[in-house]
């Protein structure tokens, strides 16, 4: 039996789309897992992180960067392809003051709120449903921006 592919649509069904990407849903359920168990999502820690009252975030963080780092210039080395057999392709950024503004937003959002939008999921699944509120709050900020990206400074 012959698919036929639409313009704009791939060429897979509803349960071969969802049984390929099934691998990413058990990643992200074990991600949070990993975010609840290491105290990442704790609204106490991230506090403790912005008082530099603990060394515990800065910790975790700094062991993700330096594993994304090395696993970029394995990546890069070895010309690892990804899973569909695709080239992994790393472009440049320049920088421009928005990246200033928007990581101050950002970390000003991180600081009130004691969650960025990673562990956000995590604490919503762990009965912390006052974060529904920040991820509302955090899908709308994306959804202003999306509007107003032209006017902003780039």
């Not at 975790?60 to 090395?70: D, E």
């Not at 970390?107 to 604490?123: D, E, N, R, S, V």
């Amino acid at each position: 039996m012959e698919k036929i592919v639409e313009e704009g649509k791939n060429n897979q069904t509803d349960n071969e789309t969802f049984a390929a990407n099934f691998k990413y849903i058990l990643v992200g359920i074990l991600f949070g897992i990993v975010f609840v168990k290491s105290e990442v999502v704790s609204w106490f820690r991230i506090q403790e992180m912005f008082r530099l009252a603990s060394f515990h975030m800065y910790g975790v963080i700094g062991t993700a960067v330096v594993v994304a780092t090395i696993s970029t210039l394995i990546i890069k080395k070895f010309k690892i392809k990804t899973l569909q057999g695709e080239d992994v392709v790393f472009s440049e950024r320049p920088f421009h003051k928005g990246n200033i503004i928007g990581g101050l937003m950002f970390g000003f959002g991180w600081a009130l709120t004691g969650a960025c939008p990673g562990p956000m999921y995590g604490l919503i699944g762990s009965g912390f449903f006052v974060f529904i509120v920040a991820l509302a709050s955090a899908i709308f900020g994306t959804y202003a921006y999306g509007m107003l990206k032209d006017k902003l400074p780039h």
